[in-house]
């Protein structure tokens, strides 16, 4: 899910959606590609998912709503990826995605995920309890 608006993100990746097209061609039957806002998404969805890969604002309190969020939609055993998790767009570090993330693993209970894998840019988590 993604906005891909190319006039509002031109300084960052205009061809964002191209390279998810591109990126994503082989499994392109496997996957539901949502051009959406996240706050209408979550205002209109109805089902549960197994995967869900997150990229969507950087704002602290964005990125706590959408982990949130899709925390609630994900299976039980399914992945939760959160990208650009050390994104410093602004200079107040209490303003960045990874306050959000913070935020978020701080509601959830540990006992209830287990986190796959962690790099300079995604953390993985598999959601093993409701």
């Not at 998912?49 to 949130?68: G, P």
């Not at 039980?76 to 959000?100: D, Q, T």
Request: glycine residues 2%.
């Amino acid at each position: 899910m993604d906005i891909w608006n190319k006039k509002k993100f031109k300084n960052f990746n205009p061809k964002a959606e191209e390279y998810f097209k591109k990126n994503t061609i082989n499994i392109k039957n496997k996957i539901q590609k949502i051009k959406s806002t996240t706050k209408r998404f979550f205002i209109k969805n109805k089902f549960n998912y197994d995967f869900i890969y997150l990229d969507a604002s950087h704002k602290s309190k964005d990125v706590m709503f959408d982990c949130i969020n899709s925390w609630k939609i994900l299976n039980m055993n399914g992945v939760f990826i959160i990208n650009s998790i050390f994104w410093r767009e602004f200079k107040n570090l209490y303003k960045n995605n990874l306050n959000g993330i913070n935020l978020f693993l701080r509601l959830i209970k540990y006992k209830d995920y287990q986190i796959i894998n962690i790099t300079n840019n995604f953390l993985a988590l598999k959601k093993i309890a409701q």
